[in-house]
Structure formats: structure tokens, C-alpha cells
């Protein structure tokens, strides 16, 4: 009687100090769960302007955080679960048009990520896997137009490589094998003529053809 009294007393002080969360369980009585402490935090710059601004959950980063330049326009916005970055995450160029954005879980990169030009061009496209660099990446000319494309799996170069003359005609084009260049790459110019071919194995250079014209 005077252990179970003990028990009871031990969970009335619990919920006055800790501010633990009590719930009914039907089967076996009195359970408790803990609840982490949230600690905001704010910094500033010396005008006074906002800096930064964010949480901690117990020792560890949690929620979204937001970074600011000193116009009070934001920089970056990142979330943190259990102290690794896990979600949304972008950052803007200082005239508020977006930089970069992508996603993170577990502190890794997944997903599309997309970096743009302060005026709002498309400049790279790139895609991750829970093992890194995954599909296409793709590259692009200041003024829009494709610049390149490159092909990933699972962090490794794989598969075909192009790039690409402002008007739209291939420049060089190829395939990769486990990070190294593998078969023909072939050369053009930009009306689109064959000029030169460079064959490998396994990122070994065996052969080279330059084409002239007849």
C-alpha cells in the first residue's frame, strides 16, 4: 500500500516539475510520456533587425528555422527534425526572387532540387536519391536555353551525357559506365556535322577519329 501511495505521489510531483504528459491506458493504469522541452531562439543583427530565428526540442534543433539578411527579407528556411535538416528547404536571392529549393530527409538531399538566377531563371535541375546524385541533372544557359544533361544512379555517373550549343544543337554526347567515360563520344559543330569521335573503355581512350569534310 505505502509503494503504490509512493507511486502516486512520485506522478503528481512529475506533472508539477516536468510537465510530462499523463494519459489513462484501460489496461494497465497510469502511463507516462515525456514531453521535450522547446526552447526559442532569436539572434540579431547590431541595427537590430532580425537574423535568425528558430527551436530547439530538448538539445536539438527542430521546426523551421529562418535566416534573414539585414533588409529583413529572408535568406534561408530549413527544418530540422531530431537535430538533422528533414523537409522544406529553400534560399532566396536579396531582391526576394528564389535561389535554391529542395528537400532533405534524414539530412540527406532528396527529390528535385532547382537553382534559379535573381531573376528567376531556371539555372540547374538536379535530382537525389537516399544514396546521392539519381536521373537527370540538368544545366541551363543564363538566357534559358538547355546547356547540358547529365545521368545518374544511385551516385554514380551512369548512362547518357549531352551538352548543347545555345541553339538547341548537341555539342558533345556520350555515355558514362560507373563513373567513367565508355563508347563513342562524338563531337559537333553548331550546325550540327560530325567533327570528331572519341572512343573509350571503361575511361580508357582507345581511339580517335577526326572527321573532315569532303
Known amino acids: 500500500?505505502?509503494?503504490?501511495?509512493?507511486?502516486?505521489?512520485?506522478?503528481?510531483?512529475?506533472?508539477?516539475?516536468?510537465?510530462?504528459?499523463?494519459?489513462?491506458?484501460p489496461n494497465n493504469g497510469i502511463t507516462i510520456s515525456s514531453e521535450k522541452k522547446v526552447t526559442l531562439i532569436k539572434d540579431y543583427y547590431d541595427s537590430g533587425v532580425l537574423k535568425m530565428k528558430g527551436q530547439y526540442s530538448g538539445n536539438t534543433k527542430s521546426g523551421e528555422w529562418i535566416h534573414y539578411f539585414d533588409n529583413a527579407k529572408p535568406y534561408k528556411i530549413e527544418n530540422y527534425k531530431?537535430?538533422?535538416?528533414?523537409?522544406?528547404?529553400?534560399?532566396?536571392?536579396?531582391?526576394?526572387?528564389?535561389?535554391?529549393?529542395?528537400?532533405?530527409?534524414?539530412?540527406?538531399?532528396?527529390?528535385?532540387?532547382?537553382?534559379?538566377?535573381?531573376?528567376?531563371?531556371?539555372?540547374?535541375?538536379?535530382?537525389?536519391?537516399?544514396?546521392?546524385?539519381?536521373g537527370e541533372w540538368k544545366s541551363y544557359y543564363d538566357s534559358g536555353e538547355i546547356a547540358s544533361v547529365e545521368t545518374?544512379?544511385?551516385?554514380?555517373?551512369?548512362?547518357?551525357?549531352?551538352?548543347?550549343?545555345?541553339?538547341?544543337?548537341?555539342?558533345?554526347a556520350g555515355e558514362k559506365v560507373d563513373n567513367k567515360d565508355h563508347g563513342d563520344w562524338n563531337v559537333y559543330d553548331d550546325n550540327g556535322k560530325l567533327l570528331q569521335t572519341k572512343t573509350y573503355h571503361k575511361g580508357v581512350l582507345i581511339n580517335t577519329v577526326r572527321h573532315f569534310e569532303q
Do not use: P
Open 152 to 172: 545518374y544512379l544511385d551516385g554514380k555517373a551512369e548512362g547518357k551525357w549531352m551538352d548543347y550549343y545555345k541553339n538547341g544543337q548537341v555539342y558533345r
Open 82 to 134: 531530431d537535430g538533422l535538416l528533414d523537409g522544406v528547404w529553400n534560399v532566396f536571392h536579396l531582391n526576394g526572387e528564389k535561389r535554391m529549393v529542395g528537400q532533405h530527409k534524414d539530412n540527406k538531399k532528396i527529390g528535385a532540387w532547382k537553382h534559379y538566377l535573381n531573376d528567376g531563371t531556371l539555372k540547374y535541375e538536379r535530382h537525389y536519391s537516399d544514396k546521392g546524385n539519381n
Open 1 to 25: 500500500m505505502k509503494l503504490q501511495a509512493s507511486f502516486y505521489i512520485l506522478t503528481f510531483i512529475c506533472l508539477l516539475n516536468c510537465k510530462d504528459q499523463v494519459r489513462l491506458n
